[in-house]
């Protein structure tokens, strides 16, 4: 019954690349293989008769490269920041790819580029070289785009950007993105806080415009896998203490005796805990007096216990909503390994007496359990 316990995330049938995260230390450069890039070019001949330009646009996305010369700006900002982590010629974090592909994203969204080298010039050079250069190639397989950003000067930091490849040319059964990268990761988990990964998923899916959507370009939609990883990483950090059961037990500390008290009882073994407030404990006390609760038990959330024999399982008291059409409010849940009668039953047990002591004798009157 919980938000997230059946709801599939929205799959998208193109195949897609393998999208895990990359460590900060990670080099596009490593990745490149040129043999690829040029084994599957397949371009269709100038001797192409309708038929096959139909069946190249039921296989292909195809679109023009943008009027050139385009340019974009990078931030000071992120500049600064960048020059801090430069050694020698090169920039040691790969944020750089970050900041020039979102830049190159601005003129050609798209294409998925991925960069193969770079090149800075040290501060105080002499020399007339660029400040910045670096080259990059379109990540599907069947697509040609090459590019080259130039920035000249340090008081402007225009990029110049320079496409090769002639068009745009994506299989419509292929998907790509970059991989997140550097501070790009800080950011989503930032979001992710107060988000679940599904729906940051769709809102940035929904952001799309039209042709990037049929580009399969997807730089700027992570995939749920990812973001559900991000986001509990994050979550991770908030811990109070290094054992989970630890940080239940700090959490519950820190509430009790207050009204938005959930944390109602944490189980060491086998591991369990049990939540509710005494918000929902005044709506299972509405509701039970003229509705039907129900209990419900869902699997697959929480991920098995080392150590522990049996999956976890949600179990939730829920009640209808007071409110017509809205969705039913969990008002007790207990997760827990063990699924045994006595279990569930110190469960509801629990939740009973506490309903008891908050509502005295009209809970008396109100509310059964019968199992
Ligand atoms: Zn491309």
Same mark, same amino acid.
């Given at each position: 019954?919980?938000?997230?316990?059946?709801?599939?995330?929205?799959?998208?049938?193109?195949?897609? !690349?393998?999208?895990?995260?990359?460590?900060?230390?990670?080099?596009?450069?490593?990745?490149?293989?040129?043999?690829?890039?040029?084994?599957?070019?397949?371009?269709?001949?100038?001797? !192409?008769?309708?038929? !096959?330009?139909?069946?190249?646009?039921?296989?292909?996305?195809?679109?023009?490269?943008?009027?050139?010369?385009?340019?974009?700006?990078?931030?000071?900002?992120?500049?600064?920041?960048?020059?801090?982590?430069?050694?020698?010629?090169?920039?040691?974090? =790969?944020?750089?790819?970050? @900041?020039?592909?979102? *830049?190159?994203?601005?003129?050609?969204?798209?294409?998925?580029?991925?960069?193969?080298?770079?090149?800075?010039?040290?501060?105080?050079?002499?020399?007339?070289?660029?400040?910045?250069?670096?080259?990059?190639?379109?990540?599907?397989?069947?697509?040609? @785009?090459?590019?080259?950003?130039?920035?000249?000067?340090?008081?402007?930091?225009?990029?110049?950007?320079?496409?090769?490849?002639?068009?745009?040319?994506?299989?419509?059964?292929?998907?790509?993105?970059?991989?997140?990268?550097?501070? +790009?990761?800080?950011?989503?988990?930032?979001?992710? %806080?107060?988000?679940?990964?599904?729906?940051?998923?769709?809102? %940035?899916?929904?952001? =799309?415009?039209?042709?990037?959507?049929?580009?399969?370009?997807?730089?700027?939609?992570?995939?749920?896998? @990812?973001?559900?990883? =991000?986001?509990? *990483?994050?979550? +991770?950090?908030?811990?109070?203490?290094?054992?989970?059961?630890?940080?239940? $037990?700090?959490?519950? +500390?820190?509430?009790?005796?207050?009204?938005? $008290?959930?944390?109602?009882?944490?189980?060491?073994?086998?591991? *369990?805990?049990?939540?509710?407030?005494?918000?929902?404990?005044?709506?299972?006390?509405?509701?039970?007096?003229?509705?039907?609760?129900?209990?419900?038990?869902?699997?697959? /959330? @929480?991920?098995?216990?080392? *150590?522990?024999?049996?999956?976890?399982?949600?179990?939730?008291?829920?009640?209808?909503?007071? /409110?017509?059409?809205?969705?039913?409010?969990?008002?007790?849940?207990?997760?827990?390994?063990?699924?045994?009668?006595?279990? /569930? !039953?110190?469960?509801?047990?629990?939740? /009973?007496?506490?309903?008891?002591?908050?509502?005295?004798?009209?809970?008396?009157?109100?509310?059964?359990?019968?199992?």
């Amino acid at each position: 019954m919980t938000d997230s316990a059946s709801c599939e995330p929205l799959l998208e049938v193109r195949q897609d !690349t393998d999208n895990s995260l990359s460590s900060p230390n990670d080099n596009e450069s490593s990745s490149v293989d040129d043999s690829q890039e040029n084994t599957s070019s397949g371009c269709s001949s100038s001797s !192409t008769t309708s038929s !096959t330009k139909d069946e190249e646009k039921q296989k292909y996305f195809t679109h023009k490269l943008p009027e050139q010369p385009c340019f974009f700006f990078i931030p000071h900002k992120e500049w600064r920041k960048l020059r801090k982590t430069q050694q020698k010629r090169q920039f040691k974090s =790969l944020h750089w790819t970050n @900041v020039i592909a979102k *830049g190159i994203r601005s003129v050609h969204p798209h294409c998925s580029f991925g960069f193969k080298r770079h090149s800075v010039k040290m501060i105080g050079s002499m020399t007339k070289k660029p400040l910045f250069t670096c080259t990059g190639y379109c990540r599907f397989d069947d697509c040609q @785009v090459k590019v080259n950003v130039k920035v000249e000067s340090e008081s402007s930091l225009k990029a110049v950007v320079c496409f090769q490849g002639g068009i745009v040319r994506h299989s419509l059964q292929q998907l790509r993105r970059r991989p997140i990268r550097a501070e +790009e990761r800080q950011l989503i988990a930032d979001t992710l %806080s107060s988000k679940l990964p599904r729906t940051v998923y769709l809102q %940035s899916l929904n952001k =799309l415009e039209e042709t990037v959507l049929q580009s399969g370009c997807r730089d700027e939609v992570p995939t749920t896998g @990812v973001l559900k990883t =991000l986001s509990w *990483g994050e979550r +991770e950090k908030q811990r109070r203490h290094e054992n989970e059961m630890v940080s239940l $037990q700090l959490m519950s +500390e820190d509430v009790q005796d207050k009204d938005d $008290q959930w944390i109602q009882k944490v189980i060491l073994q086998p591991k *369990g805990v049990m939540l509710w407030s005494k918000r929902t404990i005044r709506l299972f006390h509405d509701r039970s007096k003229e509705d039907i609760v129900y209990l419900d038990a869902t699997g697959s /959330i @929480v991920k098995k216990a080392k *150590g522990e024999s049996t999956p976890f399982y949600i179990y939730e008291l829920v009640v209808r909503n007071p /409110i017509k059409g809205c969705s039913p409010v969990p008002v007790a849940t207990y997760v827990t390994c063990e699924h045994t009668t006595a279990s /569930i !039953t110190y469960f509801l047990g629990s939740f /009973i007496t506490d309903c008891q002591t908050t509502w005295a004798k009209n809970s008396q009157k109100t509310s059964y359990v019968t199992l």
